[in-house]
């Protein structure tokens, strides 16, 4: 009995092993494993060690925007506020002399003065070189080839990247003028037009160009007296900023539909 009993049992256990097999359950575990070995092995061991590394480079690629932005902004401030006096004193000297050469002589007669001086300082320097070079039998090449071979054409991206600032800004100056045309808010359309009638004195006064020297005038000696005189500063315009919101406060009250919304 015993014997018939593992006899059936052998015969059992051979029919389900030929099953497993069949099936590829049992007996084809090192197929399996070696098609998933070459499928690994077939992606590449050195992509995914690279894709964090691509990760990182598509990172940096897109924090250059704003870094250089925010290297532009600081140099615009360094120039403000003299932190380079030969640079500062420099810009502030060329767009004076170009403002003021404006006030005398027409737009189109300024750019063709600007253009016939570089271009003859430049060839003048182009000679000089070609007849030393001539003299010394060298040969250095052009003299401005180092700024010749310096890529500055616009990528598609900047270009994108620019228009769409600019599209930002005039929508937001489309949308505030119409605020204000069309009275969304009483008080600030009566400082609209209060800062309009005052401007009408000041046309009367200075022409464009005049004000444009007042303003560069500004740029460049604002910053640093107020820097250097900024409590004091602080003290009086938060004193007219107290008076000025006392005012407009009781204008609010007074004048019937002045109230803001949130109020």
């Not at 604002?222 to 250097?228: H, N, T």
Request: proline share 2%.
């Amino acid at each position: 009995m015993s014997a018939k009993s593992s006899e059936e049992s052998g015969l059992e256990g051979k029919w389900f092993g030929e099953e497993y097999e069949r099936n590829g359950l049992y007996g084809s575990t090192r197929s399996h494993f070696d098609d998933t070995r070459d499928d690994v092995q077939s992606k590449g061991w050195e992509d995914e060690l690279n894709s964090p590394k691509q990760q990182l480079h598509q990172f940096d690629n897109e924090r250059k925007g704003p870094s250089v932005a925010m290297e532009t902004a600081s140099t615009a401030i360094d120039l403000l506020y003299w932190r380079d006096v030969k640079q500062s004193g420099l810009l502030f000297g060329s767009v004076l002399l170009l403002l003021f050469s404006l006030t005398q002589f027409s737009v189109v007669s300024v750019v063709a003065y600007l253009a016939l001086a570089a271009l003859s300082a430049t060839i003048s320097f182009r000679v000089y070189k070609s007849v030393l070079q001539a003299v010394q039998k060298t040969d250095e090449g052009h003299p401005f080839k180092s700024y010749l071979e310096v890529e500055i054409a616009l990528s598609p991206e900047q270009i994108s990247k620019y228009v769409d600032k600019a599209q930002l800004y005039v929508n937001c100056t489309l949308k505030e003028l119409r605020r204000l045309f069309l009275v969304q808010d009483l008080v600030d359309s009566i400082k609209f037009a209060v800062l309009m009638w005052l401007l009408t004195y000041v046309g009367a006064i200075f022409n464009g160009l005049t004000l444009l020297i007042l303003a560069v005038v500004s740029m460049f000696t604002m910053p640093v007296v107020y820097e250097k005189y900024q409590t004091q500063i602080d003290q009086y315009l938060g004193l007219v900023r107290t008076q000025v919101n006392s005012i407009m406060g009781k204008i609010r009250e007074k004048v019937p539909g002045a109230k803001r919304k949130d109020e």
